[in-house]
């Protein structure tokens, strides 16, 4: 049989992860439509004989698929955002596991300290810049993605948590996979000290894509990743 998402026993399990109560991704929120679902494991890659690195949008920029990730389809996403699509460049946001259900119920999203619903303020991480630690001229009030998902995996965004599937245990990441309009956002170096390069497809110099504009980013993907602990 054909290696696709609807049969392949990772997408399986990450779906199952988001649905845990340690994600609480509640019905509705996923497509249950698995065609519109996208499995990036090494399996499923290798069967559909991908390459790695596609340009996307106007002007192309460099997309590179995350690899080892599968992706579940938002139902939040509105029918002519699909237009958009083939314009915008592609990015993506690693978060909490905490966050997730959060993000979905704002459809968007959120600036450090945006009240969510719910009236709760989204503090800044901490080891974050913040207003009080940050290099001059530095703002941190904007929505921060990033093409790199090697970036977007550092502990320091989509930090794991520990999950036992039934006797498994993995460590759980997830991230946002998001359109954005180009000309929306300004390009910025890493912020996580790091030394060594971080993805060979990316200059250390323009990990960040940041904007302060909320609709020029748009979520249209949740990714998973679990590793055999
Ligand atoms: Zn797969």
Redesign the pocket.
Do not use: D, G, R, V
């Given at each position: 049989m054909a290696?696709t998402?609807a049969n392949?026993?990772?997408?399986k399990i990450c779906r199952r992860f988001l649905k845990s109560e340690k994600v609480g991704v509640p019905d509705g929120a996923l497509r249950e439509d698995l065609r519109y679902d996208m499995?990036?494991?090494e399996?499923?890659?290798n069967h559909r004989g991908d390459r790695e690195v596609y340009p996307r949008g106007i002007p192309p920029t460099k997309y590179v698929l995350p690899l080892g990730w599968?992706r579940f389809s938002l139902r939040i996403l509105k029918h002519k955002l699909y237009s958009l699509a083939k314009d915008w460049h592609v990015a993506f946001h690693g978060t909490l596991v905490e966050k997730v259900v959060p993000i979905l119920d704002a459809g968007m999203l959120l600036c450090p300290e945006d009240v969510i619903l719910g009236g709760e303020e989204l503090s800044q991480r901490p080891g974050h810049f913040d207003e009080h630690r940050k290099p001059s001229n530095f703002d941190t009030l904007q929505i921060f993605v990033s093409p790199s998902i090697k970036y977007v995996e550092s502990r320091a965004y989509a930090s794991p948590i520990s999950w036992n599937d039934g006797g498994t245990r993995y460590q759980g990441r997830v991230a946002f996979q998001v359109w954005v309009r180009p000309g929306s956002y300004d390009v910025g170096p890493q912020t996580i000290g790091a030394t060594d390069p971080i993805d060979p497809e990316f200059d250390n110099d323009k990990l960040e894509w940041f904007t302060k504009e909320r609709p020029a980013v748009v979520l249209y993907g949740l990714l998973v990743k679990l590793d055999r602990q």
């Open positions: 290696q998402n392949c026993p990772y997408h499995c990036y494991c399996k499923c890659h599968a």
